[in-house]
């Protein structure tokens, strides 16, 4: 199991899965620095088989949403972009307390590093923010290079005026996150009464200038 990110809007399950038999969870250490459980530390570049004679996937840190944010890239094909890229918006990095610096690690990462992934991949990101974003299947998945013609994130012109939109475009944050967040991390530990009031909230992840649903 892979964590594309430490979550802040939703309980990911990876903290059980940490302490299962079975299953080993996989991400980046930049978003777990000081959690008690143990799990596999991913590398920028690092390619791993999903299974025996299976498609290669290849993982890349592009952070800016969190720090230690994963892109999956799946056989060449499909992208696995968690909260960095949506397709009409992209990942809010205010959601760490730190908006200010990772809204540069957002834009290096969206401007530099997704420009370069093949644009016949298919982007499957983890959130929408309006169902007028699926495609005709009812598929929330767009071509990397219809992307870059049509997310608004790409069309801005420099690194002034992607920060500018960001910040305009980010609504406020819920005060549950931050919890959220503590407890995908291993830091608090809730009943489950705790947890299923927490996984009600609204996603709120995108910087966006659409209503979210």
Request: glycine residues 8%; charged residues 25%; hydrophobic residues 35%.
């Amino acid at each position: 199991m892979i964590e594309t990110h430490a979550h802040a809007d939703h309980l990911s399950g990876g903290l059980e899965l940490c302490f299962s038999q079975e299953t080993e969870m996989m991400a980046h250490e930049n978003d777990f620095p000081d959690s008690p459980f143990n799990y596999r530390r991913l590398e920028d570049g690092e390619t791993k088989a999903l299974c025996k004679d299976g498609p290669e996937m290849t993982l890349f840190h592009t952070p800016g949403h969190t720090e230690g944010s994963i892109t999956c890239l799946i056989d060449g094909r499909y992208l696995i972009t968690g909260d960095t890229l949506f397709i009409i918006s992209a990942g809010r990095p205010d959601l760490g307390g730190k908006a200010e610096k990772w809204v540069y690690d957002l834009y290096e990462s969206l401007l530099d590093k997704y420009t370069q992934y093949p644009g016949d991949a298919e982007v499957l990101p983890a959130h929408y923010v309006t169902w007028e974003e699926a495609d005709e299947s009812g598929k929330f998945a767009a071509p990397l290079k219809r992307l870059w013609n049509e997310n608004p994130i790409f069309s801005l012109s420099s690194e002034n005026e992607f920060v500018q939109f960001i910040i305009d475009n980010m609504r406020e944050s819920p005060e549950v996150y931050v919890d959220i967040k503590k407890v995908n991390r291993g830091l608090v530990h809730v009943t489950e009464q705790e947890a299923d009031f927490m996984d009600l909230g609204k996603n709120e992840c995108a910087a966006s200038h659409y209503d979210s649903d």
